[in-house]
């Protein structure tokens, strides 16, 4: 869907800061809960991609679930609306008090990443005199094609419960008398575009429900993840293709009757609502490119600095013929720097520029480095109305 920037408002405003347009965002969540309805699909929203409460109250309103991956992103979906029973908490490194958090609002599943992390949710539970439902997040070793610091499901890595464990997890589940097994939980990456990585997904997990299943482990529910990819070059375009996504898990993926298939998309429902706007302070003359140098920078949007991930980058304010810049951030690192080589109408200080497809781990992920302060937050309803000086 199309964002239209309010540019007058937008240059009363404070620079730099996220805009996110909600009628984008409304689109985008309404589309893709009536088509999970069709298909019988439960989604549980990860947190972690944008976790801001007017955002997630829309999220919650309907009817989505939460994926969380910390005891304050529980706390964070209690606040803004989820149900304790539409929450489950995966994460390869739970503390004690965040088990103890879930326990005691009894949230609906934990997703368990090793046999030592199970023993811990036992205890803990035993000694609370309370049952843990529990998911096992399992490695399925399938490689999903993205940038190697989002791919999650490949032995090397550190996420889930790899083959060789298995056998000794199945063993200590029918032991543990504080754990309810309910589901497999699988998550393999981030921004995935190439969709047979789906496909080979749902292979692995047919195989390895066969096993658990062999082992007399019953799944209740089949989490798939998230991993979702947006296209970062077309935010105004069509959003991710969910309909393609899910007739892939119906094809593909063989469900026991009652089974429940669950998804945990982040950045496929926010990236595209968000933009980042900013203020050129300066443009420069290098000796073969021109700088152009913004307000913002890798505190506020550290993707391109930490994925060399590539974001839509618009003068919003200009319509000028154009040139080349590097679009530059003020931090003092060389790797704060938002694009090479992008063509921009001719750029002037003071004018005003959108990194578009920032709803998804741009806030987030945003730091205080060089002591800077958090940039603020505008909706699109609170610009259509409220005094600029708020
Ligand atoms: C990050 C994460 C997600 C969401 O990933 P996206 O790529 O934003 O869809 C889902 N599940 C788990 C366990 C995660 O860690």
């Known amino acids: 869907m199309k964002t239209k920037f309010p540019v007058e408002r937008f240059q009363q405003l404070e620079t730099p800061f996220y805009y996110y347009d909600l009628d984008s965002l409304d689109q985008t969540l309404h589309e893709v809960a009536t088509l999970a309805g069709q298909y019988g699909y439960r989604i549980h929203y990860a947190l972690k991609a944008n976790a801001n409460v007017p955002i997630l109250k829309r999220i919650s309103a309907l009817g989505y679930g939460a994926d969380c991956v910390s005891g304050y992103e529980i706390r964070r979906a209690l606040e803004t609306g989820f149900s304790p029973s539409d929450i489950v908490f995966a994460g390869v490194g739970k503390a004690d008090w965040e088990i103890e958090l879930g326990l005691d609002h009894g949230i609906s599943c934990f997703n368990s ?11 803990i539970a035993a000694r609370k005199g309370v049952k843990a439902r529990v998911a096992l997040r399992i490695n399925p070793n399938v490689d999903a094609h993205t940038h190697h610091y989002i791919t999650t499901g490949v032995e090397e890595n550190k996420f889930g419960i790899n083959p060789w464990d298995r056998e000794q997890v199945v063993r200590f589940l029918t032991m543990a008398r504080n754990i309810e097994f309910v589901g497999l939980h699988f998550h393999i990456g981030s921004q995935i575009t190439n969709y047979d990585v789906f496909k080979g997904l749902c292979i692995r997990i047919n195989e390895i429900q066969s096993w658990f299943a ?26 991710p293709d969910f309909k393609t996504y899910f007739e892939i898990f119906k094809h593909h993926l063989d469900l026991q009757p009652g089974q429940e298939v669950h998804f945990e998309p982040g950045r496929a429902l926010v990236a595209h609502s968000g933009s980042l706007i900013s203020r050129v302070l300066y443009v420069k003359e290098g000796i073969k490119t021109h700088f152009a140098i913004l307000d913002a920078g ?23 013929d154009g040139k080349l810049y590097d679009v530059v951030g003020p931090i003092c690192e060389s790797s704060d720097c938002f694009g090479k080589a992008v063509y921009l109408p001719e750029t002037h200080r003071g004018d005003l520029i959108a990194i578009r497809s920032t709803g998804a781990y741009g806030e987030t992920m945003s730091s205080n480095y060089n002591l800077r302060e958090k940039a603020k937050t505008w ?6 109305s409220n005094d600029p000086s708020k």
């Open 214 to 239: 062999s082992q007399m482990l019953m799944a209740k529910s089949i989490n798939v993840g998230g991993g979702l990819g947006v296209n970062y070059s077309d935010p105004d375009g069509n959003g």
């Open 379 to 384: 909706y699109s309803d609170e610009i259509q």
């Open 298 to 320: 890798m505190t506020e949007l550290i993707r391109p600095a930490l994925y060399q991930a590539f974001h839509l980058i618009q003068n919003i304010t200009s319509s000028a």
């Open 113 to 123: 990443e090793s046999v030592q992390e199970l023993e811990v949710i036992n205890e």
